[in-house]
């Protein structure tokens, strides 16, 4: 029955070592996975946080940019709106006046207008394209701010470029009027004070279109200031969980050493009183 008890005790001694060092060896292997798992993760947020950071650069500085057209666009309405205002207080003089405002209107202003749109259709597309970004950003759900403008800034400056695009015919239609006799004075001035009132109109337009640029601007000062507070966030959660996995596997594998050197005592006790029974038996056969 002893005999019985201490071969079982052996092959448990036995058996705990072998699970003990099984044990000891995932415990390693876990900390290798986790420390390549912690590499990764850091580098792959660490890049997407980066992005972030390149993209609202990048859009902060295409809105600067965009907000110089308007800029540029304001300062050329503006004397558009003085020109046509100087020329409907100086309507009703002589027939050479008539023909050289003709010339202006029907060459000169329609050039200032196409440059204008050009540059506006530029900034169109940027700001397009800066609608797209924001949207996408705000629909993060890390980045808890809404963006649903009434009026993009895209549509804004769409808006502006559409309403240039109608002053060229009324350019045509005043450089018609001027050409024709003193008689029609009268329809210059009615165009006059109509053309006035769109560059008015326009150059309300335009304004607002550069408040809005300022309102995105601020926009993406808040997106950058989130952004900054989960670069902290995210950094200071993989070491922390990185940190505390790294302590409980040590732990386990310090844990699973004193078991394996457990069951290693336990297999040589018993082998240690086996053959303290063998030489027994060896010494009573020789008696005999």
């Known amino acids: 029955m002893k005999t019985e008890i201490s071969t079982v005790r052996r092959f448990a001694g036995i058996g705990l070592q072998v699970v003990s060092a099984a044990g000891l060896v995932a415990s390693i292997v876990l900390i290798i996975v986790i420390a390549m798992t912690s590499r990764s993760l850091s580098a792959n947020s660490r890049q997407a946080l980066d992005l972030a950071y390149s993209t609202i650069?990048?859009?902060?500085?295409?809105?600067?940019?965009?907000?110089?057209?308007?800029?540029?666009?304001?300062?050329?309405?503006?004397?558009?709106?003085?020109v046509t205002g100087n020329v409907g207080m100086t309507v009703g003089g002589?027939?050479?006046?008539f023909t050289t405002l003709s010339i202006v209107f029907g060459d000169d202003l329609p050039i200032v207008i196409e440059g204008t749109q050009n540059s506006l259709t530029t900034a169109q597309q940027s700001a397009g394209i800066i609608d797209g970004t924001l949207r996408t950003l705000s629909t993060l759900p890390l980045i808890n701010i809404n963006y649903d403008p009434e009026t993009s800034l895209s549509q804004s400056i769409e808006d502006i470029n559409a309403g240039l695009g109608g002053l060229p015919n009324s350019f045509t239609a005043i450089s018609a009027d001027l050409a024709i006799t003193a008689s029609n004075v009268g329809a210059v001035s009615e165009d006059l004070d109509a053309l006035g009132a769109s560059f008015t109109d326009l150059r309300t337009t335009t304004t607002e279109a550069r408040e809005l640029v300022a309102d995105y601007r601020i926009l993406l000062e808040d997106f950058n200031t989130l952004v900054e507070t989960l670069d902290q966030q995210v950094t200071g959660s993989i070491r922390t969980l990185t940190v505390a996995a790294y302590f409980t596997?040590?732990?386990?594998?310090?844990?699973?050493?004193?078991?394996?050197f457990q069951g290693r005592e336990m297999a040589s006790v018993d082998l240690r009183g086996m053959e303290a029974r063998i030489a027994e038996l060896e010494a009573k056969l020789a008696d005999q």
């Open 57 to 82: 650069e990048t859009t902060d500085q295409t809105l600067v940019l965009i907000d110089e057209t308007l800029a540029e666009t304001g300062e050329s309405i503006t004397a558009l709106e003085e």
């Open 94 to 97: 002589t027939e050479d006046l």
């Open 249 to 260: 596997l040590l732990w386990l594998a310090f844990a699973q050493v004193g078991l394996f």
